[in-house]
């Protein structure tokens, strides 16, 4: 980092605007007033739109076919209540992880298809522990999380990428060069 962007910094944090650091501490001392569900929902949904739609029109430009536009969130290390939101563009389709959620976007019909959320473990287990006092309106997490556990959504990203059990290209993908 050059001096001249170090002092900028440095003017503008004695003004009185804070570090992320600063403000991730901050929050941390105070009492937690929400569950760290509603944390991740609202961070997820903050300025959601515009990012995905900007890494989606980066993928329409690097891919001539249909690609997956993948968001991903994470808690950072040293300050866990600080979380981080990126997305990808994929030619393939993503194994599942947690704090993922995975879109596909078919090129010639110009659509995108919703395939999947998995959030983070503690938020799974607690749907899988309290799976029979779920609310109707959260039956669809839930599937999508049992479906995980299960294995049923790697299956359909093997799929989606055309290979088999094994995570092998099926012969029908594999292009053979000639001479």
Not at 121 to 149: G, K, N, Q, S, Y
Request: net charge negative; with cysteine.
């Amino acid at each position: 980092m050059s001096d001249e962007i170090l002092n900028k910094r440095l003017a503008q944090i004695k003004e009185g605007e804070k570090t992320v650091g600063q403000v991730a501490v901050q929050e941390w001392i105070k009492e937690p007033d929400s569950p760290y569900l509603l944390d991740y929902v609202n961070e997820y949904c903050k300025d959601y739109m515009p990012q995905f739609e900007e890494c989606a029109e980066l993928g329409k430009k690097r891919f001539k076919g249909d690609f997956f536009v993948v968001g991903l969130l994470h808690r950072e290390k040293v300050l866990g209540n600080v979380i981080r939101r990126r997305f990808y563009a994929f030619e393939t389709c993503p194994r599942p992880a947690y704090d993922q959620t995975v879109f596909k976007y078919y090129r010639k019909e110009e659509r995108l298809e919703y395939l999947w959320t998995v959030p983070d473990p503690d938020t799974c287990d607690h749907f899988v522990f309290h799976a029979l006092e779920i609310v109707p309106e959260e039956h669809c997490m839930l599937d999508m999380i049992l479906d995980f556990r299960d294995g049923t959504l790697d299956k359909k990203s093997r799929e989606l990428n055309g290979e088999d059990e094994f995570g092998r290209l099926k012969k029908e993908r594999i292009i053979h060069a000639t001479n």
